[in-house]
């Protein structure tokens, strides 16, 4: 498959209505005795933002990993675009190239240009030309606003510059939704905001998106709705509002009470 036609992120208005993106549904997930996640049920619907916040060690990264099928799960269902899928599936790669995830440390290749980084799928698993695969690149590393960084590498870039070529990347496989693992924690504050503006357009832009994060400003202003989770359950999901005017649960209470004021 050739496909050479610009990367489009507008609101994906033909989605069949009423289906979710993705649908998590009793999910019960181990580490040896360790049980991190507890009936964790959530759907994500198309184009929403789903900001998930909770404490240290609460599942966060849990959830996504098994959203994405980097984990298996114990129990429970996850269907994607209304197909259940699972781990042990042998179209886990076919679907996971469906999900664009970012991690906190970036993750790129590092004997790799920005451009280079960004070409590699398209080309090996899309079957793109290398001349498709850099148009693609330059036109997202222009949306991420680095278009003069395509020929760097990782280690000629600083922390934002790294984590929006990360987004490039996931990006230029063309994801239904995309999965953030606290994508701004490693960074230093002035470079906070520039990987989340670049999250915030792509989300007004009508991403479907699911960003693990302790900015609370940004959740308050991005997210459809958030998510709270404590000890491996959702304790709480709400609109922004609701969440920060009247959270509901004294356990999100105390962590927001915690986090906005320390
Ligand atoms: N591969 C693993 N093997 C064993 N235990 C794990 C593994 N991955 C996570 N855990 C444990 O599962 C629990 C949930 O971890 P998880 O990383 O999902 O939390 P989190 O909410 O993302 O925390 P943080 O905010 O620190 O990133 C923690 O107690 C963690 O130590
Ligand atoms: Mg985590």
Same mark, same amino acid.
């Given at each position: 498959m050739t496909d050479t036609t610009p990367p489009t992120l507008t =609101? #994906? *208005?033909?989605?069949?209505?009423?289906? #979710?993106v993705l649908r998590v549904t009793g999910l019960d997930k181990s580490f040896g005795p360790l049980h991190v996640l507890h009936d964790v049920s959530i759907d994500i619907w198309p184009s929403e933002s789903v900001v998930v916040i909770g404490p240290s060690g609460s599942g966060k990264s849990t959830l996504l990993r098994c959203m994405n099928l980097l984990e298996t799960v114990d129990r429970g269902d996850i269907a994607f675009d209304g197909q259940a899928i699972s781990a *042990?599936?042998?179209?886990a790669p076919a679907v996971r190239r469906h999900m664009g995830m970012v991690f906190q440390n970036f993750e790129l290749f590092q004997h790799l240009s920005a451009a280079g980084n960004i070409m590699l799928a398209p080309m =090996?698993?899309?079957?793109?030309s290398e001349a498709e695969a850099r148009d693609r690149a330059h036109a997202l590393l222009e949306k991420v606003r680095i278009p003069e960084k395509a020929d760097f590498y990782p280690s000629e870039l600083s922390g934002g510059q790294q984590q929006r070529v990360a987004i490039a990347r996931a990006l230029a496989m063309r994801p239904r939704v995309m999965l953030y693992d606290e #994508?701004?924690?490693?960074?230093?504050p002035e470079m906070i905001k520039e990987v989340l503006d670049v999250i915030r357009d792509l989300s007004q832009e009508g991403m479907t998106s699911v960003v693990v994060t302790h900015e609370m400003g940004f959740a308050r202003s991005v997210a459809d709705r958030i998510v709270f989770m404590d000890e491996g359950r959702i304790i709480e999901i709400a609109p922004p509002d609701r969440f920060f005017e009247g959270a509901i649960h004294p356990r999100t209470a105390r962590f927001l009470d915690q986090i906005l004021h320390h």
């Open positions: =609101k #994906p *208005e033909t989605t069949a209505a009423g289906a #979710p *042990e599936a042998r179209d =090996k698993v899309l079957g793109l #994508p701004t924690s490693a960074l230093d």
